[in-house]
Nanobody, 125 residues
Framework: QVQLVESGGGSVEAGGSLRLSCVPS????????MGWFRQAPGKEREGVAS????????SYTDSVEGRFTISRDNAKNTLYLQMDNLKPEDTAMYYC??????????????????WGQGTQVTVSS
């Protein structure tokens, strides 16, 4: 069982930046590939970015490519999402998730077994 805790959300103006973090309350995430997802009211959960267990492979959804950066520090047992040039359409609840097995860049929610409770990101225009 992996319990994940996100932090770093908040309210910013368009063009601003936020850095999300995700840590497990117990255990380690170093053997799992990880992802960041988001869900806005009335919309389906969307896979924003994912990263392999070693950090050498990653993928992004098109709408955040070039603005968001996923990274991990396995020594600190922490997953990050640096979000720059934020837009109002980035407003959503953001979740981190962990997946066992080999890295898959598809970011399908059903592939991820453990989820955090989420952190809210609100971007005003």
């Amino acid at each position: 069982q992996v319990q994940l805790v996100e932090s770093g959300g908040g309210s910013v103006e368009a063009g601003g930046s936020l850095r999300l973090s995700c840590v497990p309350s117990e255990s380690t995430i170093s053997t799992y590939y990880m992802g960041w997802f988001r869900q806005a009211p009335g919309k389906e959960r969307e896979g924003v970015a994912s990263i392999s267990s070693g950090g050498g492979l990653w993928s992004y959804t098109d709408s955040v490519e070039g603005r968001f950066t996923i990274s991990r520090d396995n020594a600190k047992n922490t997953l990050y999402l640096q979000m720059d040039n934020l837009k109002p359409e980035d407003t959503a609840m953001y979740y981190c998730a962990a997946a066992p097995g080999l890295y898959d860049k598809q970011r399908r929610p059903e592939d991820f077994r453990w989820w955090g409770q989420g952190t809210q990101v609100t971007v005003s225009s």
